[in-house]
């Protein structure tokens, strides 16, 4: 009679043990894809009347102190790694970021047509993400817009004294 209780208790122990493990091997990354389905405050935007090459030198130069993930002229695109808080960009008004935080930028380069004109649109996604504890995931947060705003004049900047 003891020894069944006994591997019975073994049984029940080991299969907690199983869930416990299975739970932590759950997570994942999220995708790029993810973002799209959540309200992010948007991106931000601007269509500049210039030069495709000038238009993409300008948003790399603007970007050049962020670490790199991925660009590619052909495609338009310039990901950023993920940046944590501790090198995280500062608006003048704000003394520090939270702990746990950390985001990306994506920015994408586009050649359209407006008003029958070429034009190269600019558009900036800030991919803002917080980890409360050890054990959750990232929660998705809503960008503020500044450091966006912030990288899309630096490009006017950069075509204006070009």
Not at 44 to 72: C, G, N, T
Not at 126 to 150: A, M, P, W
Request: with cysteine; glycine share 6%; aromatic share 10%.
């Amino acid at each position: 009679m003891m020894q069944h209780m006994l591997r019975e208790m073994r049984l029940i122990i080991n299969l907690l043990l199983i869930i416990l493990l299975a739970g932590c091997t759950t997570s994942h990354e999220k995708s790029d894809e993810d973002y799209t389905q959540v309200a992010t405050g948007g991106p931000r935007s601007r269509i500049f009347y210039d030069d495709y090459e000038k238009v993409w030198k300008a948003a790399q130069i603007s970007i050049a102190q962020y670490p790199l993930k991925a660009y590619d002229i052909d495609s338009g695109t310039i990901e950023t790694e993920f940046i944590g808080s501790d090198n995280a960009w500062l608006p003048p008004h704000q003394q520090s970021i939270q702990n746990g935080v950390r985001y990306k930028i994506n920015i994408r380069v586009l050649k359209e047509k407006k008003g029958g004109l070429d034009v190269i649109n600019v558009v900036i996604l800030k991919q803002v993400e917080k980890k409360t504890d050890f054990f959750s995931n990232y929660e998705r947060l809503i960008s503020d817009g500044l450091e966006e705003v912030s990288i899309l004049y630096r490009i006017q900047r950069e075509l204006t004294f070009e």
